[in-house]
């Protein structure tokens, strides 16, 4: 048998050693640190955009119902959820939705309950709804014609 030389030990050589491991996961690790602070407000930003998304569908899902059916409607918001309820001699939950709070997004509103008359017009004053999470906030205005604007 020959005895192995140096080129033959290092070809042989495979992994990594301890010191190469920690560095690397100490970069990683650095790298991280930079970027969680970024991280964390895009994933506010994204949270608040997806809450109001869902507020502007069940908005409109709710308000095309009562103009199809020629009946008046009843919305509530809240944090916990959105209700759409049919407004006749017996009231019935038309739709139920889960609210933004479960986003870990915050709802104001000037005004938790509105009502559409069958034909789509909305009863009352202006609404306003902010959705706030983080340094992310966006703001929808329903009109008293029960349209609905997003404002960013």
Do not use: C, Y
Not at 44 to 57: C, K, P
Not at 59 to 65: E, I, K, L, Y
């Amino acid at each position: 048998m020959t005895p192995l030389t140096s080129e033959h030990r290092g070809a042989m050589r495979k992994g990594v050693t301890l010191p190469e491991l920690v560095m690397v996961l100490v970069i990683i690790g650095v790298m991280l640190a930079m970027a969680l602070p970024r991280l964390a407000g895009w994933l506010d930003w994204l949270a608040v955009d997806r809450a109001a998304q869902e507020i502007t569908a069940f908005h409109r899902t709710a308000r095309f119902t009562a103009i199809l059916r020629g009946q008046g409607i009843r919305l509530d918001f809240s944090v916990d959820s959105l209700r759409a309820t049919l407004e006749g001699p017996t009231d019935s939950v038309l739709l139920l939705w889960p609210g933004p709070g479960r986003l870990g997004v915050r709802l104001t509103a000037s005004r938790p309950t509105i009502r559409f008359w069958p034909n789509g017009v909305g009863l009352g004053a202006d609404t306003k709804l902010v959705l706030r999470r983080g340094a992310a906030a966006e703001s929808l205005t329903i009109s008293l014609l029960g349209r609905l604007k997003r404002w960013p």
